[in-house]
């Protein structure tokens, strides 16, 4: 079998990992000339972590994960208002949790690639035509048969848009932007430490968290009805956060220009079928959770693992779509529902909601309700931990 990959991020690297590690002859296709340096911290625990024990990958990344000890809600004069302990999660999931960047939980999967993996930077696809007996691909000014194409490219999927149409029949829009980028300086992190800091804020929050090398990460996340993106992300970042107090002026005065800067509309993908003849979509191409939902790398390196796993074990590529689809879709779409249901919570629109996020936070941090919350984020990963066994299951019979 032949299967060309469309996306080097997380799921696309993630299933290049199992089928080549299974035999399978592999090409990786990625518009961006290089690996991309922006993105966000996260919380990376559930099946992907199962999925990535498996690949043999965990202890990379636990190499390249940091230590967090609670994320802090700060006001405008730098005062701790509410927090969450990370501890607790850590102890009722086993310790299996990581906080690790995306660009570096990238890294641990690419570095894992077998040799056989042909992965090619600067090649977009352009091109798709399903021929039956096997698919054509255009990918910048290169051409590849094989027998499966895989779209791993993201929310924005050239795939998707080829072979099932626009974006406007797929993507529902959240009400959010979200925007990320690291800068250097050493009073910053040293004020943060070990902390992932986030301002107390209504309509718009900004988190800060300290990186090994002396640099701080920067997450952004604020509502507005336009989904349109701007221009100039630096500039926009300015002006909807400007007026926050702390340290976020001196932070927006160092943020670097607008290329280096992860911007994007909070979204979620919903298709009615995931694949058609020999195209197959994975990860958010077919169904983002958003940051809403959380888990959204963990819940695409577990989609990769069913989908290695059917398309190796299964009689056709049909079959192997059919059950993967089976398999994920109904756990992606529980997250999905959860996250349209807490948006208006997920940041707070006025000031009864900011102080009714306060005031549930703090109770949180009682012994027996902490415990409870985390035993139930815990189990919300167990049904995809099953999914993936009887998975493996399945495919044996």
Not at 52 to 64: D, K, N, S, T
Not at 96 to 123: K, N, Q, Y
Not at 273 to 292: E, F, K, P
């Amino acid at each position: 079998m032949k299967v060309v990959v469309c996306g080097a991020g997380i799921t696309g690297l993630a299933l290049a990992n199992k089928l080549a590690r299974d035999g399978v002859e592999v090409v990786v296709v990625e518009r961006a000339k290089a690996p991309r340096a922006q993105g966000y911290m996260i919380d990376f625990f559930g099946a992907g972590f199962d999925a990535a024990e498996e690949l043999g990958v965990l202890p990379r990344i636990r190499e390249l994960a940091y230590r967090v000890d609670e994320a802090s809600l700060l006001d405008g004069r730098g005062r701790r208002r509410a927090a969450i302990r990370y501890t607790t999660f850590a102890r009722t999931m086993r310790d299996r949790l990581c906080s690790i960047m995306r660009p570096d939980l990238e890294r641990a999967l690419r570095e894992h690639l077998p040799s056989t993996v042909d992965l090619r930077f600067g090649a977009g696809v352009t091109a798709v035509d399903d021929l039956g007996d096997r698919v054509r691909v255009t990918a910048g000014d290169q051409v590849v048969e094989a027998d499966v194409l895989v779209g791993a490219d993201g929310i924005h999927s050239a795939v998707r848009r080829l072979v099932f149409g626009g974006d406007e029949n797929y993507v529902r829009y959240l009400g959010f932007h979200t925007a990320a980028f690291v800068f250097a300086d050493p009073e910053i992190q040293a004020a943060v430490g070990d902390r992932f800091c986030l301002t107390d804020s209504i309509g718009r929050q900004l988190g800060l968290y300290g990186l090994r090398d002396g640099r701080v990460a920067v997450f952004a996340v604020h509502r507005t009805a336009d989904p349109r993106l701007p221009e100039d992300p630096r500039a926009a970042l300015r002006a909807v956060y400007g007026s926050l107090g702390w340290l976020v002026p001196r932070v927006l005065r160092l943020c670097p220009p607008g290329e280096f800067v992860y911007y994007d509309e909070v979204v979620q993908v919903d298709m009615p079928a995931w694949s058609r003849g020999r195209v197959v979509l994975a990860g958010d191409a077919c169904c983002a959770v958003s940051l809403i939902a959380g888990q959204g790398a963990s819940l695409g390196i577990a989609g990769a693992f069913v989908l290695g796993e059917q398309l190796v074990r299964a009689a056709s590529s049909g079959e192997a779509f059919t059950a993967y689809e089976r398999l994920m879709r109904p756990v992606v779409e529980e997250k999905q529902r959860v996250a349209r249901r807490s948006a208006r919570w997920f940041l707070p629109a006025n000031p009864p909601q900011l102080w009714i996020r306060r005031a549930a936070l703090r109770l949180a941090r009682l012994p027996v309700l902490d415990r409870y919350v985390a035993a139930v984020l815990a189990g919300k990963s167990t049904a995809v931990v099953t999914n993936l066994r009887r998975a493996g299951a399945g495919a044996a019979r």
